[in-house]
Nanobody, 116 residues
Framework: QVQLVESGGGLVQPGGSLRLSCAAS????????MAWYRQDPGKGRELVAH???????NYADYVKDRFTISRDNAKRTVSLQMNSLKPEDAAVYYC??????????WGQGTQVTISS
């Protein structure tokens, strides 16, 4: 059984920062891709950023230069540093991992609220 536990969401003012973290545990031999997605009510889940096990990253255009994804392979954690937050960044953020065998897993989601 695989578990992804997210933390770090909350309420922040526009222009502020938050750091999301996700820890994977359970029967995972190796993780290939770790990613963050987000979802607004009534909308589909969209990719925010992902990072491969070799460290290469990819970001959605709307978060480039504001968000930074990082991972610690030994600890099986992935983090998302979010700076210069905008009201449109408000959403539920989900951690996602894909193992080397191709299995995908989701976290339970963490709410990010942007409000003055």
């Amino acid at each position: 059984q695989v578990q992804l536990v997210e933390s770090g969401g909350g309420l922040v003012q526009p222009g502020g920062s938050l750091r999301l973290s996700c820890a994977a545990s359970g029967s995972i031999f190796s993780i290939n891709v770790m990613a963050w997605y987000r979802q607004d009510p009534g909308k589909g889940r969209e990719l925010v950023a992902h990072i491969r096990n070799v460290g290469s990253t990819n970001y959605a255009d709307y978060v480039k230069d504001r968000f930074t994804i990082s991972r610690d392979n030994a600890k099986r954690t992935v983090s998302l540093q979010m700076n210069s937050l905008k009201p449109e960044d408000a959403a539920v953020y989900y951690c996602n991992v894909v193992t080397s065998a191709g299995w995908g897993y989701w976290g339970q989601g963490t709410q990010v609220t942007i409000s003055s």
